[in-house]
C-alpha cells in the first residue's frame, strides 16, 4: 500500500490484521517500525480496533498473553533468528511500516528478510516506495 505520510495507513493496516486474526490465518501480528514511538502509536491505535499489540517488548520472540508486538527494525535486526523460529511457530502477521527504510542489503533489510520469511503474510505499508540509492526495499518487486 502506498500513501503520503500521515496519510492514514496504520488504521487499514490493523484491520487487515484484524481479519487475518479473525480468519484464523494469523494467530499472531509483528509490527514493524523506524522508531519507537512509532511502535507506541501504533500499539495505541491497536487498541481502538481491539488489539492488544505490545510495544517495544523487552522479552524474545512474540509474547503469549496478548496479539503481537510493535517493535523497531533496530529490534528486529538484533535478534534476526529469534523472530524466525516466532514467526515460524504460529501463523503470523508482519506489518512493515515505511519499509524505505530497509535497504535489501543493508543490517535492517537482511534481517527482514531472515526474520519475515516464514510469516503467513507480509504487509509493507509506506509514503515512500523507494529508496534514493536504488537498494531495493525488501518485499518489494
Same mark, same amino acid.
Given at each position: 500500500?502506498? /500513501?503520503?505520510?500521515? #496519510? +492514514?495507513? @496504520? ?6 490484521? =484484524?481479519?487475518?486474526?479473525? /480468519? ?10 523506524? @522508531? ?11 487498541? =481502538? ?5 505490545? $510495544?517495544?517488548?523487552?522479552?524474545? +520472540? ?6 503481537g508486538l510493535a517493535i523497531t527494525y533496530q ?7 529469534? !523472530? ?7 501463523? @503470523?502477521?508482519?506489518? #512493515?511500516?515505511?519499509? =524505505?527504510?530497509?535497504?535489501?542489503? #543493508?543490517?535492517?533489510?537482511? /534481517? !527482514?528478510?531472515? /526474520? @519475515?520469511? $516464514? ?9 515512500? $516506495? ?12
Amino acid at each position: 500500500m502506498e /500513501a503520503c505520510p500521515a #496519510a +492514514g495507513k @496504520t488504521i487499514p493496516g490493523l484491520r487487515v490484521a =484484524h481479519e487475518q486474526l479473525a /480468519a484464523g490465518t494469523a494467530q499472531k501480528v509483528l509490527i514493524l517500525t523506524p @522508531t519507537v514511538e512509532l511502535a507506541v502509536q501504533w500499539a495505541k491505535e491497536a487498541a =481502538h480496533v481491539g488489539l492488544r499489540i505490545e $510495544p517495544n517488548w523487552p522479552g524474545v +520472540g512474540l509474547p503469549r498473553d496478548c496479539n503481537g508486538l510493535a517493535i523497531t527494525y533496530q529490534r528486529l535486526a538484533s535478534l534476526p533468528e529469534i !523472530y524466525r523460529v516466532a514467526c515460524a511457530r504460529e501463523p @503470523t502477521i508482519v506489518i #512493515a511500516d515505511e519499509p =524505505h527504510h530497509m535497504g535489501q542489503t #543493508a543490517a535492517w533489510g537482511q /534481517a !527482514y528478510g531472515i /526474520a @519475515t520469511e $516464514p510469516a503467513s503474510l507480509r504487509l509493507l505499508l509506506s509514503g515512500t $516506495p523507494f529508496r534514493s540509492d536504488n537498494d531495493p526495499i525488501p518485499g518489494v518487486a
